[in-house]
């Protein structure tokens, strides 16, 4: 008689097939851009919003990285909000002398009630306000960024029918494996968000590295109705904009387009930050993108279930179920992997794909359920 666990194990195993493969075709046949090939006039004035709290560490290499761009200098400016920073970060930023520099401190807007919450959402949309630009690209205060970064996003943006762009992040140079994991894994996201995009099925963007027009942010109203969620700036945005406009959302495949992020230094930053990231899940509104997210959370508890189904039960073929769904993920992972590491000069990873598998179950199992329920800590605010 047939195992009943392996049967759910072939099944569990054919769609993560499935479902890989899709973001593995989706990822090859999206086209690389070079900004080189942009007509003419394809330079128009930009904003770059940075909603800010507690970068005092970053925020000056961050400024000092957009102040070098190879995009002229009357063609852009910097808007720096501040979010109740209890360190120097808005006094660094304003020692940044620069006549295209805009440093905003939200406490002046909010009041003193406003400290206590997250305010990522209204810094950004109070630094839409005041753009002079036409468009407007987001980024992080702790994010680094090349010279040519401006000019691609503005490039891709102008030159193409969209109406929201997003553009490729990568965690900065990693020399621990809690660093190493989060390059992976932050590599894997953004392939999966450049393959999703490009079959028309938009699931992810990040607001670290985010492009669209003024126009388009207010007639969408920004983000009222998800004003008051904690995170998911960049999501809720994207999905606004898709069901106005559906098609209009791009992806910049360009490593000239690549924004660089720290990673996190220690394992409780780390869970809170995946914490964050995922607890914006259930308030999608997206039922098809929720399946997915749903599916990919309990393919990865039955391979643990699989697991503890191998350690349990008397010898015999009790593995198979384990080296069904284990080994289909690993394979599928490593082909999807491939590419995308090779598009951000990160091949090397792939050594560390088969130990990084392991804990990538643990953690995805632990917090679907943690961010769902629990709370975190993340810029020294308990959010709840």
């Not at 099944?11 to 993560?16: G, K, P, W």
């Amino acid at each position: 008689m047939t195992d009943p666990f392996l049967i759910a194990a072939i099944a569990f195993a054919s769609l993560y097939f499935i479902m890989v493969m899709y973001f593995f075709i989706g990822w090859v046949r999206l086209k690389r851009y070079d900004v080189k090939t942009a007509p003419a006039g394809t330079q128009p004035f930009v904003s770059v919003v940075i909603p800010t709290r507690n970068e005092s560490k970053y925020i000056k290499a961050c400024l000092e990285a957009i102040f070098a761009q190879n995009y002229p200098a009357d063609k852009f400016e910097v808007i720096v909000v501040d979010d109740y920073s209890t360190d120097p970060t808005i006094r660094f930023a304003r020692e940044i002398n620069k006549p295209n520099l805009l440093v905003l401190d939200l406490q002046q807007y909010l009041g003193n009630p406003g400290e206590y919450v997250p305010n990522k959402k209204k810094a950004i949309a109070l630094g839409v306000k005041n753009a002079k630009g036409e468009l407007i690209i987001t980024t992080d205060g702790d994010c680094n960024i090349g010279p040519g970064w401006l000019a691609t996003m503005a490039g891709y943006y102008s030159s193409h029918p969209y109406k929201l762009v997003t553009g490729p992040v990568m965690v900065k140079p990693a020399y621990s494996p809690l660093a190493w994991f989060q390059q992976l894994d932050v590599l894997t996201m953004l392939g999966i968000t450049g393959a999703t995009i490009r079959n028309n099925f938009p699931t992810m963007c990040n607001g670290a590295n985010l492009m669209y027009a003024k126009q388009v942010f207010l007639d969408v109203e920004g983000f009222k109705g998800n004003n008051d969620i904690p995170t998911g700036d960049d999501i809720f945005l994207m999905h606004k904009v898709n069901q106005r406009y559906p098609g209009a959302i791009g992806f910049v495949k360009s490593f000239d387009a690549c924004v660089f992020t720290k990673p996190e230094s220690g394992l409780g930053g780390f869970l809170s930050q995946r914490t964050r990231w995922v607890s914006k899940s259930r308030n999608i509104g997206n039922w098809q993108v929720t399946l997915v997210l749903v599916f990919a959370y309990f393919f990865n508890l039955f391979v643990i279930g699989a697991g503890i189904y191998y350690a349990l039960q008397p010898v015999g073929m009790n593995w198979l179920p384990l080296a069904v769904a284990g080994s289909t993920k690993l394979a599928v992972d490593f082909l999807f992997a491939i590419p995308v590491s090779w598009f951000y000069r990160k091949i090397i990873l792939l050594l560390l794909l088969p130990f990084v598998e392991i804990f990538h179950i643990l953690y995805v199992v632990i917090i679907g359920v943690v961010s769902q329920f629990g709370r975190y800590r993340w810029k020294d605010r308990l959010v709840r």
